[in-house]
């Protein structure tokens, strides 16, 4: 099963990309994971990126296309996988196409976790996150055990860089004009499925689960 989470940033794709996972024993690909582990370990790559995702940019696609071709070319994703912030320009989604119609396949489902821009930039200052293993956590909807201790790693929790709101409002805004195109895109292949993503965070998965099947 090969699946892309589409939404604004804040709007739930990782909680519900590592559910997903989880449920079907497919690997969760988040390119934003990706980049802040690269930033977390000093590497070219994490330099690279970290400059644009400081301001709330997105890292240009030459940089992130080869990257996620080759990440699914892995042996464990042979299967699927659910691909998480990947892809977010027309360009990005056009290179995923044809690199899957060269293996002579393709996207079944984008599922698209639609919450409104009011309620982002709340959720996002409550965010806090693991940058060793990549788990998330909100300090209201989704708390950790011990506070700031990350309970599958044991690492702190940290607010991330590009949490802070006049970024999460640039975020939202790189959003609307580059990313939420693909919703036409998805639609126009015939994959795209709504959630309502304002709702709690099991029954969003419920809604997810009654698309993808038991
Ligand atoms: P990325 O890491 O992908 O960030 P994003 O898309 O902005 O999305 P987020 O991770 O912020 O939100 P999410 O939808 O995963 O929400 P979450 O589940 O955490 O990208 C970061 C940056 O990297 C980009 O800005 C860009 O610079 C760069 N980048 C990455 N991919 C790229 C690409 N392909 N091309 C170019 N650049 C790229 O949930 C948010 C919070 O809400 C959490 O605290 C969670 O616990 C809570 N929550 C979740 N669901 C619910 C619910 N139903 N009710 C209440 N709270 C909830
Ligand atoms: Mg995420």
Do not use: W
């Not at 301001?55 to 659910?82: F, H, M, N, S, W």
Request: net charge negative; charged share 25%.
């Amino acid at each position: 099963m090969k699946i892309i989470m589409l939404g604004a940033p804040g709007a739930g794709k990782g909680t519900q990309a590592k559910k997903i996972a989880e449920k079907y024993g497919i690997p969760h690909i988040s390119t934003g994971d990706i980049f802040r582990a690269n930033i977390k370990n000093g590497t070219e790559l994490g330099k690279k990126a970290k400059t644009y995702m400081d301001q709330g940019l997105l890292v240009p696609d030459e940089l992130t296309c080869d990257l996620v071709v080759d990440r699914i070319g892995q042996p464990d994703a042979a299967k699927g996988y659910v691909l998480d912030g990947f892809p977010r320009t027309i360009p990005q989604a056009e290179c995923l196409t044809d690199a899957l119609n060269r293996l002579g396949s393709s996207i079944d489902y984008a599922i698209d976790v639609d919450v409104p821009d009011e309620a982002i930039v709340t959720r996002m200052s409550g965010r806090r996150a693991c940058l060793k293993c990549g788990a998330t956590y909100h300090i209201v909807y989704a708390a950790p055990v011990k506070e700031g201790i990350c309970d599958k790693c044991g690492e702190s929790l940290v607010l991330r860089d590009d949490d802070k709101p006049e970024t999460v409002q640039k975020r939202l805004t790189v959003y609307h004009e580059q990313t939420q195109p693909l919703i036409d895109y998805y639609t126009k292949q015939g994959v795209l499925k709504t959630v309502d993503g304002t709702k709690d965070l099991n029954d969003v998965f419920a809604e997810i689960v009654s698309i993808l099947g038991e």
